[in-house]
Every structure is written in C-alpha cells, then in structure tokens.
C-alpha cells in the first residue's frame, strides 16, 4: 500500500550552487507539503551508512565523498501517491535522459551530481526520513 510520504535531500552541488530555493519551490508548486526541512553536513562515515546499500559498487567511495563535500537540504514530503510522484517530478538519474521540466533536467550536470536525491520505495522513504529527522521532527 503506497504512503504519502517521500524522503529527499538536495544533493552538495545544487546547494553550492544556490539552486536549493528554485527546487524547492518547484517541489511545492507540485503539490508537495515539506513535513520536515534542515540544512546539515554529512560526514564521509554517515555518507557511508546513508549508502550501504551501494557499499560493494566501483562508485561507493567517490559517492560518499561527493555527498560529504558540502551542506545538503535533507527533506520529507507529504502528498498523495509522493513516492511515485516525486520519482515523476525529480526525472532520470542521467539528467541526459531526464523528461523536460524534471529537476534533474533543470539543475543536474552529471550522473552523480544530479542535484537531487528521491526514495524509490515506500519502505526505503520511511528508513531514509529516519535516518535525518527523529520522530517528533515529523509533523
């Protein structure tokens, strides 16, 4: 059964590059309530427990290092069918491939740097919010 919650972040390069109020207000035009918002910095060992699950891949280690190199807006989001929507709205992981008008396709420059992280399960946005905001920061 789909929820009505996401999680995402917006990733180091669109933060530095000041791009992190055009996504957001693109996220709320699309009719995304933000439940939770914070600017943090993570740490290359909790990039690392972010992506275990990625732990075994050739890109693993420039992947924590990217997403340690700077401050990230870590965010949930509630709206109805958010998963699937959201995935909809942030566009392909290769900005190349992105549909017009996604976020990727507006603000990625690469695979990696592609501005915007989304859940792709229910279950993954649950442990995902968890893993930013306790509890009680969810309202």
Do not use: W
Not at 8 to 28: L, Q, R, Y
Request: aromatic share 10%; glycine share 8%.
């Amino acid at each position: 059964m789909a929820t009505n919650r996401t999680f995402t972040m917006i990733k180091p390069d669109a933060v530095a590059e000041g791009n992190s109020g055009a996504i957001i207000k693109m996220i709320e035009e699309a009719g995304f309530r933000i439940v939770a918002i914070k600017k943090t910095l993570l740490t290359k060992e909790r990039a690392g427990e972010f992506y275990a699950v990625h732990a075994e891949r050739p890109f693993y280690g420039e992947l924590c290092d990217y997403m340690s190199s700077g401050p990230i807006i870590p965010m949930i989001l509630e709206k109805e069918n958010a998963v699937l929507d959201f995935r909809t709205l942030i566009g392909a992981t290769n900005p190349a491939q992105a549909a017009e008008g996604t976020i990727r396709k507006v603000f990625a420059k690469s695979v990696q740097a592609n501005a915007i992280h989304g859940s792709d399960s229910d279950e993954n946005a649950a442990i995902e919010g968890f893993f930013f905001f306790a509890g009680v920061e969810q309202f």
